[in-house]
């Protein structure tokens, strides 16, 4: 296995139009699996060194409204619970 295959078979997952998220996370486990096969002696060389992992898009969350803050607080049956919510 060399970079070029991982970068291809990254670009192969991007096409067949598998969200960001989820083309990040095969990566990050084949990176892992590299490392582990370097470091116990399988493989010489890390095929993942030269290779720059897939991007993903930050997604900034909507706030909550004040309706919801209250409907959480409202569902909370303890002291420790409301200040949980309110964390």
């Not at 993942?48 to 209250?70: C, G, R, T, W």
């Amino acid at each position: 296995i060399t970079a070029h295959h991982i970068r291809l078979w990254i670009l192969q997952l991007e096409q067949e139009g598998l969200k960001p998220n989820t083309v990040h996370g095969h990566a990050q486990q084949i990176k892992t699996f590299c490392r582990f096969l370097v470091s116990e002696g399988f493989a010489d060389r890390d095929p993942f060194a030269n290779v720059q992992m897939p991007k993903v898009p930050e997604e900034i969350l909507p706030a909550y409204s004040k309706e919801d803050i209250q409907r959480i607080l409202d569902a909370c049956e303890t002291p420790r619970d409301k200040a949980i919510g309110i964390s």
